[in-house]
């Protein structure tokens, strides 16, 4: 049973930075994708970023591209995203995500195991 536990979230002003972990556990973590995503309220669920399981090929969304980094430390089972620059567009629910491939993803449809979120306020 693969379980998602996301931390790090909280209420932060513009222009500040937080730094996301997903501590995951069930199975071989270095094989699989992992991702992040966010849901602002009234809003789908939006790719943010993502890193491939063998390689480290990362991708980010637009919106967030030179100032989110996703990472992931393999002996940890953990991903990582860290967040500079900080919004208040960004304020939203984040998720981590594994994917049963190892190649970047960037839908969630491709993705099969999700935590539960974690929220992040960006205030003005």
């Known amino acids: 049973q693969v379980q998602l536990v996301e931390s790090g979230g909280g209420l932060v002003q513009a222009g500040g930075s937080l730094r996301l972990s997903c501590a995951a556990s069930g199975r071989t973590f270095s094989r699989y994708a992992m991702g992040w995503f966010r849901q602002a309220l009234g809003k789908e669920r939006a790719f943010v970023a993502a890193?491939?399981?063998?390689?480290?090929?990362?991708y980010y969304a637009d919106s967030v591209k030179g100032r989110f980094t996703i990472s992931r430390d393999n002996a940890k089972n953990t991903v990582y995203l860290q967040m500079n620059s900080l919004k208040p567009e960004d304020t939203a629910v984040y998720y981590c995500?594994?994917?049963?491939?190892?190649?970047?993803?960037?839908?969630?449809?491709?993705?099969?195991?999700w935590g539960q979120g974690t929220q992040v306020t960006v205030s003005s």
């Open positions: 890193i491939s399981g063998y390689d480290l090929t990362t």
């Open positions: 995500a594994q994917s049963s491939r190892s190649s970047t993803r960037l839908s969630t449809g491709d993705y099969d195991f």
